[in-house]
């Protein structure tokens, strides 16, 4: 069932979310902690949830792939390795996701989202100045499957956090300054989200009508955000950010386990 009736009051929730989450997500990432847990309040199953974050979740990952792929910040040939990968572990994901029980996910998502959210507040990621991609050898393509086939999965059967950890695995794993690994980043999460959004849609899992108005909130959301970067500092808005994430999952997981 793809359809649910919402009243005015839902509807701003979802379009103000949306707009927090796609300007956020522009400064400091992590977007999805905020939508995935709005989308369970506002009533829809979790399976039904995960469908139509990926749907909204492509506008803003599309729009960022496409900005870094036009400024020369992402190479498709480069990382066509990593984004065969992510596409298969992508795939797999979703259809794993799809077979859990619905009451089981409803107690697991907010575990999930907890465990991104404390994992960004104390995660320190240590500045790299590498401007020059790494030399192709058979380490670093085995590097791309493996990363590819993990993240892709994970942002496939649940996502909150995924562009986070594709930047961090980028600067440890290939040395990149943030600006290459953000590149990269954007660019294979579109590719998980896209691929995933296919499956969830195959599945009837997608509330087309929230997911395209979340999906037009993040892209204003991202826009604003990413001309207001200048003026915030990520280090003033992250602690908010993840305050707020920490509340809507301890509230998600008290009514999934404790009431």
Same mark, same amino acid.
């Given at each position: 069932m793809t359809e649910l009736l919402l009243d005015p009051s839902s509807w701003a929730l979802l379009i103000s979310i949306g707009l927090l989450a796609g300007f956020i997500d522009a &400064? /400091?990432?992590?977007?999805?902690? @905020?939508? /995935? !847990? +709005? @989308?369970?309040s506002l009533g829809l199953p979790p399976h039904l949830t995960l469908g139509t974050n990926k749907l909204s979740a492509c506008f803003a990952s599309g729009t960022a792939a496409y900005t870094y792929f036009k400024k020369q910040l992402f190479t498709p040939h480069f990382w066509k390795e990593s984004l065969y990968s992510t596409f298969i572990g992508a795939l797999l994901g979703t259809i794993? *996701?799809?077979? $859990? %029980?619905?009451?089981? #996910?409803?107690?697991? #998502?907010? @575990?999930? $989202?907890l465990f991104v959210a404390l994992y960004s @507040?104390?995660?320190?990621?240590?500045? *790299?100045?590498?401007d020059a991609l790494p030399e192709q050898n058979s380490r670093l393509k085995l590097k791309q499957r493996l990363q590819g086939l993990l993240l892709g999965f994970y942002d496939g059967s649940t996502g909150p956090g995924t562009g986070a950890f594709w930047v961090i695995s980028n600067m440890r794993l290939y040395k990149l300054n943030i600006l290459l690994s953000s590149g990269v +980043?954007? %660019?294979?999460?579109?590719t998980s989200n896209f691929t995933s959004l296919l499956a969830f849609v195959y599945f009837g899992q /997608?509330?087309? #009508? &929230?997911?395209l108005t979340m999906g037009c909130c993040l892209m204003l959301g991202a826009y604003i955000g990413a001309h207001s970067a200048i003026h915030f500092g +990520?280090?003033? $808005?992250? !602690?908010?950010?993840i305050f707020i994430v920490m509340i809507m999952a301890l509230n998600l997981g008290y009514n999934a386990w404790l009431s």
């Open positions: &400064i /400091v990432g992590g977007g999805g902690m @905020l939508t /995935v !847990p +709005a @989308l369970l794993f *996701v799809n077979y $859990i %029980s619905t009451q089981w #996910l409803e107690k697991f #998502l907010p @575990l999930i $989202i @507040l104390f995660n320190r990621m240590k500045e *790299v100045d590498g +980043a954007k %660019s294979m999460n579109f /997608v509330n087309w #009508l &929230i997911g +990520a280090k003033f $808005i992250r !602690p908010i950010f």
